[in-house]
């Protein structure tokens, strides 16, 4: 069982910024894609950025040009940089990482990441 643990979340001003890192118990390597997704209440959970081992990010559109997903197997971490933040991304993050040939898929505890003024 894979442990995933976020850290980072908390309160920020409408323009500020925050960090959010995801740390895996295992090696980040064996899962092809990684992931943050958001569930803000009432709403249901959906994707905010994902990368694979090689090639760039892909991005929700709303979160385009603000956020930057990376991962580092060495040190078996995901993290987001989120910049330039709004009310609406108010929302619970959570970290994802999925093995597409085995199915595997695990998900962290959630982090919450407040924007208001």
């Known amino acids: 069982q894979v442990q995933l643990v976020e850290s980072g979340g908390g309160l920020a001003q409408p323009g500020g910024s925050l960090s959010l890192s995801c740390a895996a118990s295992?090696?980040?390597?064996?899962?092809?894609?990684t992931g943050w997704y958001r569930q803000a209440p009432g709403k249901q959970r959906e994707l905010v950025a994902r990368?694979?081992?090689?090639?760039?990010?892909k991005y929700l559109g709303s979160v385009k040009g603000r956020f930057t997903i990376s991962r580092d197997s060495a040190a078996n971490t995901v993290s987001l940089q989120m910049n330039d933040l709004k009310p609406e991304d108010t929302a619970i993050y959570y970290c994802?990482?999925?093995?597409?040939?085995?199915?595997?898929?695990?998900w962290g505890q959630g982090t919450q990441v407040t924007v208001s003024s």
């Open positions: 994802n990482v999925h093995n597409t040939m085995s199915a595997n898929d695990y």
């Open positions: 295992e090696m980040l390597s064996q899962f092809d894609i």
């Open positions: 990368i694979g081992v090689v090639g760039s990010g």
